[in-house]
């Protein structure tokens, strides 16, 4: 079973900056991606930064520039650097990881971090 712990959430002012890390109970090279997405209440989860295959990277429009995903695979994390933080980024942030089982796929998703970015 894939256990994903993320961390690093927290109040910040807006143009501050956060970094989230998630923690894989396994190998983050057996997933297919792995990245971040986020929530607000009322709306659908949305993404924000993830890796696809190999190290190449998806950005959300509105985060480009602005936040950088990053791996480190020796410790089985992927960290979000988030810069320029703003009132807009308010959400749930979750961690996303994306395994291939068999002939299927599976998604697994961590608890959930807040970021909260005040004006």
Same mark, same amino acid.
């Given at each position: 079973?894939?256990?994903?712990?993320?961390?690093?959430?927290?109040?910040?002012?807006?143009?501050?900056?956060?970094r989230l890390s998630c923690a894989a109970?396994?190998?983050?090279?057996?997933?297919?991606?792995?990245?971040?997405?986020?929530?607000?209440?009322?709306?659908?989860?949305?993404?924000? $930064?993830?890796? %696809?295959? !190999?190290?190449? &990277?998806?950005?959300?429009?509105?985060?480009?520039?602005?936040? *950088?995903? #990053?791996?480190?695979?020796?410790?089985?994390?992927?960290?979000?650097?988030?810069?320029?933080?703003?009132?807009?980024?308010?959400?749930?942030?979750?961690?996303? $990881?994306?395994? %291939?089982? !068999?002939?299927? &796929?599976?998604?697994?998703?961590?608890?959930?971090?807040?970021? *909260?970015? #005040?004006?």
């Amino acid at each position: 079973q894939v256990q994903l712990v993320e961390s690093g959430g927290g109040l910040v002012q807006a143009g501050g900056s956060l970094r989230l890390s998630c923690a894989a109970s396994q190998s983050i090279r057996s997933f297919n991606t792995m990245g971040w997405y986020r929530q607000v209440p009322g709306k659908q989860r949305e993404l924000v $930064a993830t890796f %696809t295959s !190999g190290s190449n &990277t998806n950005y959300a429009d509105s985060v480009k520039g602005r936040f *950088t995903i #990053s791996r480190d695979n020796a410790k089985n994390t992927v960290s979000l650097q988030m810069n320029s933080l703003k009132p807009e980024d308010t959400a749930v942030y979750y961690c996303e $990881a994306e395994k %291939t089982l !068999g002939w299927s &796929t599976r998604a697994y998703w961590g608890q959930g971090t807040q970021v *909260t970015v #005040s004006s």
